[in-house]
């Protein structure tokens, strides 16, 4: 029978942890408080290798009665640090037994630690190398998760986090967006791997908005050199939305539940061809609809710019863009991006014109530098250029904006104009 830890201990090691397993065949499991400890592995895959690339393991306990127990309340029962720091040791140490058991050499093992154990006691303790250098498990294939929620200590979390980078181990920030998240910690702990909460997936499948913030939030984690897991991927269409967002893994019960039953996990197929070619078919590669706009505002901007020549008026140069039914405003902006004089604005423009947003329109002498479809008009005279839709700051609206560079009296000038977004096509008219 395994023997209780002394409490005198200040940390529990490796030879205190050994007696606690028991090998059953090829399994592992462990007893804490009179409970049985199991581990369960779930699959997580790439959707561009369309095949596993890791398992996080996840802990099952279990009674006299073989009834399980919730996992948070297995983690209600340490009342101290010490115990804390002891079933968050015996549940690494259990899994990464088990893992031993997969007929898997290459992919990763995610495993959990919470920011109470992580920055409780030293984290340069020997314990973690000391497990993987018993158990042969190469440092490089472990995932260390970090949930994410407030700690006490987040300079002691850091060092963890550091720590663990240090010996060779990836990291990761779990159930990000659960709450509690904030990009600081992604740019103060530099993790390899975020995990996205099932929440931000949920949102995302009822609301078309959070799904353009779902694929907001995966670039800014792939700008900030993240790779991006979601999680909690549990029915077809909450596959094809991880696909749209661009995340680099998936995890959830549409692909496979956690098991117990570890043989034959490894071997877990997904149909990611059949979701990769229904994706293909609903966004097939398509003329730009930007360039569309190009295409038939041409001639607006050049007769517009011809009239100006001629020595007429802006408002009077401008008349003719600003009578079509998708045309909001039009404006001047000099060589150093400052807008001269006011915007013109045109019927369509006012009647989307918001009173909640006056204080915004006033755009005279507006600095617009900023701004890359100015920079680019200014770096290619002569030649029309055209923006994704964006919020638009004078007006709080969707539009996309033609801007060209062009010679007046010897100055650099560039004409700009913004078009109501929807509908896209400007030879849809608006009643």
């Avoid at 007893?31 to 802990?59: C, D, M, N, W």
């Avoid at 919470?114 to 440092?139: C, E, R, W």
Wanted: net charge negative; charged share 20%.
């Amino acid at each position: 029978m395994p023997q209780p830890l002394p409490q005198k201990l200040r940390s529990p090691e490796l030879d205190q942890l050994s007696p606690m397993l028991n090998q059953e065949g090829n399994l592992w499991t462990a007893e804490f408080q009179g409970l049985t400890l199991k581990t369960a592995l779930q699959p997580i895959y790439s959707v561009s290798h369309k095949r596993i690339v890791g398992y996080e393991a996840l802990i099952r306990a279990f009674d006299t009665r073989n009834i399980q127990i919730l996992p948070v309340d297995l983690f209600k029962l340490p009342t101290s640090d010490f115990e804390n720091l002891l079933l968050d040791r015996l549940c690494r140490y259990l899994h990464i037994r088990n893992y031993g058991s997969i007929k898997d050499e290459l992919n990763w093992l995610f495993l959990n630690v919470s920011p109470k154990v992580a920055t409780v006691g030293n984290p340069s303790d020997s314990f973690f190398d000391q497990l993987l250098k018993k158990t042969g498990l190469p440092p490089h294939r472990i995932v260390m998760e970090i949930v994410e929620q407030p700690t006490d200590d987040a300079e002691r979390l850091q060092e963890t986090v550091a720590f663990y980078q240090e010996l060779g181990c990836l990291t990761a920030i779990d159930d990000f967006g659960a709450g509690h998240s904030n990009f600081e910690r992604i740019w103060n702990l530099s993790p390899d791997i975020v995990k996205l909460d099932r929440t931000l997936l949920t949102r995302a499948t009822e609301d078309p908005k959070a799904r353009q913030i779902l694929n907001g939030i995966v670039s800014l984690l792939h700008q900030s050199a993240c790779l991006v897991l979601l999680e909690g991927v549990e029915t077809r269409s909450q596959a094809m939305i991880a696909i749209d967002a661009g995340v680099d893994f998936v995890q959830g019960f549409y692909f496979r539940k956690p098991s117990t039953e570890l043989s034959g996990l490894e071997a877990s197929p997904a149909d990611f061809g059949q979701l990769l070619d229904e994706y293909k078919q609903h966004n097939p590669v398509t003329f730009d609809p930007t360039q569309q706009v190009v295409s038939f505002f041409e001639h607006f901007f050049l007769r517009a710019i011809d009239r100006m020549y001629s020595g007429t008026t802006m408002a009077e140069a401008c008349a003719e863009m600003l009578n079509h039914p998708t045309v909001s405003r039009c404006y001047l902006v000099d060589a150093n991006g400052i807008q001269i004089d006011a915007t013109l604005v045109s019927n369509a423009g006012t009647r989307n014109l918001d009173p909640r947003f006056r204080p915004l329109e006033d755009s005279s002498s507006a600095d617009w530098y900023r701004q890359q479809y100015l920079r680019q008009a200014l770096a290619q005279p002569e030649k029309l250029q055209v923006t994704a839709p964006y919020l638009c700051v004078t007006g709080a609206y969707m539009c996309v904006t033609l801007s060209l560079g062009f010679y007046q009296n010897g100055e650099l000038r560039v004409l700009c104009c913004d078009i109501l977004s929807s509908p896209i096509d400007p030879r849809v008219s608006k009643d």
